[in-house]
């Protein structure tokens, strides 16, 4: 279960701004409940935890299943943005640290990520890679068009096609119901595919089998993370001031609007989480950065960050809070030991376990950012695992909504990430794009 304390707002706010602030978010649960809100068409994710069939799960398991048994070790998923940050980020949260470095035998093939930049060396490494392993792929782009999963794609489908005879079956792709380059070339090559829903945007996608399907071919208990989000699912659409989503919605608005706070943090304390804060800045940068308006969203790893960041946030600026994601416990204990010589004066610490000082600097950190101005929230979960990850991403998705809602703005388009796209293919020479091209030269 996901649980907001806003007691680290409380020196910063008015209690009657919060009451007004509360009822905005319901009365955006309200737009979003009830289909009525900008981009309605885009909803579908609200009811993908209780709305997934068991079938959709044994499809992937099937696939899984396959590529076991042609004894595959690597696959590659391609995609960018909504389709590839959650699976990564599930993927990174339930994996062992160093499980590439660690020696015996893998119960899952290794997941590597592919067609979320246009770097060369990347590209050419990855294919170092690839050479070496028993290897099949995930192409995951909605649209079946954006450049950087077709460039990825293109290099890794000749290779499998040069490589092995039965090519056709080691790709999957997921694509849009009919339309699409992607979709065309699955129907002809016989690919096995998987839908995007229509009404779901790619950064809402994680519980659709854009995560779905990665997170499976990984190892990972999508069942568990299911329930956990189908919990966060009831929770978060019930009309009350104590849905988690709202009063989250609720604050982050308050703190926007009234206290001028223009930057959100959102802060973890484990690095497992890294790439929950790389999926979290597009959920919220790409729903609620328009219109010249939005909280611009970044992140930290704690105590990593505290030693690069942790001057500015304490003492530079104050533009931002922070929003951290607390998890209660860890699952592995390392104790530290007593030393004699006590040279680095560690003794005091001795027989505690590390989780206790990573608890102790979050408590201190979060009482010097308060001191420093820098009002919190803090998300908690109890451990780090499918079922609460699967909370986290439905809380999230739902906060979004509500919070774009009562920014008026759209939560489900991004009509500006197509800027770059025709700059891009204007100096790429694309064909099409003759007087655009002609245009941007003239300004260089
Ligand atoms: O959230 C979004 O809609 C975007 O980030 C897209 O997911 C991203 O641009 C990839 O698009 P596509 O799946 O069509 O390749």
Redesign the pocket.
């Known amino acids: 279960m996901v649980k907001v304390n806003l007691g680290g707002c409380v020196p910063f706010v008015k209690d009657a701004d919060s009451e007004v602030y509360v009822k905005k978010a319901l009365d955006a649960l309200d737009v979003l409940e009830s289909g009525s809100g900008a981009g309605n068409d885009f909803i579908g994710w609200k009811h993908l935890p209780s709305g997934t069939p068991e079938s959709l799960i044994a499809e992937c398991e099937a696939v899984r299943d396959c590529w076991a048994g042609k004894g595959v070790d690597l696959v590659v998923v391609i995609?960018?943005?909504?389709?590839y940050?959650g699976a990564r980020c599930a993927i990174e949260a339930l994996s062992h640290s160093f499980a590439k470095q660690l020696s015996g035998k893998k119960d899952a093939p290794e997941v590597v990520f592919a067609g979320n930049n246009l770097s060369e060396d990347y590209l050419a490494e990855l294919m170092d890679l690839v050479s070496e392993r028993n290897a099949a792929t995930v192409v995951?782009?909605?649209?079946?068009?954006?450049t950087?999963?077709a460039v990825a794609f293109r290099v890794i489908k000749e290779h499998i096609e040069k490589t092995y005879a039965d090519a056709s079956e080691r790709i999957v792709a997921i694509?849009d119901a009919r339309k699409?380059a992607l979709k065309t070339l699955s129907t002809q090559e016989g690919y096995k595919t998987f839908v995007?829903p229509d009404n779901v945007?790619?950064?809402?996608?994680v519980l659709t089998p854009?995560g779905i399907l990665p997170i499976v071919l990984a190892g990972f208990d999508i069942r568990a993370m299911l329930a956990g989000a189908r919990e966060m699912e009831k929770a978060c659409s019930e009309r009350s001031a104590d849905n988690p989503a709202v009063r989250y919605a609720a604050m982050r608005n308050l703190l926007y609007s009234i206290l001028g706070k223009k930057v959100e943090i959102l802060v973890a304390y484990n690095p497992k989480l890294q790439y929950l804060g790389e999926w979290w800045k597009?959920l919220f940068g790409?729903s609620e950065g328009k219109e010249l308006k939005g909280i611009f969203p970044a992140s930290v790893n704690f105590t990593t960050d505290l030693h690069s960041m942790g001057q500015f946030i304490q003492e530079g600026e104050r533009i931002m809070f922070e929003t951290v994601v607390s998890v209660a416990s860890c699952d592995r204990s390392v104790v530290i030991g007593s030393d004699p010589q006590n040279l680095d004066q560690l003794n005091y610490l001795a027989g505690q376990h590390v989780e206790h000082c990573n608890a102790m600097a979050q408590l201190g950190t979060t009482l010097a950012h308060i001191d420093g101005g820098v009002p919190q929230i803090e998300i908690s979960v109890e451990k780090l695992d499918a079922y609460n990850l699967g909370g986290l991403f439905q809380f999230f998705e739902y906060a979004c909504g509500i919070s774009a809602y009562v920014l008026g703005i759209n939560p489900f388009n991004?009509p500006g990430?197509e800027a770059y796209k025709k700059n891009m293919f204007a100096l790429l020479e694309k064909p099409g794009y003759e007087e655009q091209t002609k245009a941007i030269k003239e300004r260089l």
């Open positions: 995609g960018i943005g909504g389709s940050l995951i782009s909605k649209s079946g068009t954006t950087e999963p694509t699409g995007v945007g790619g950064r809402y996608s854009v597009q790409e991004q990430v």
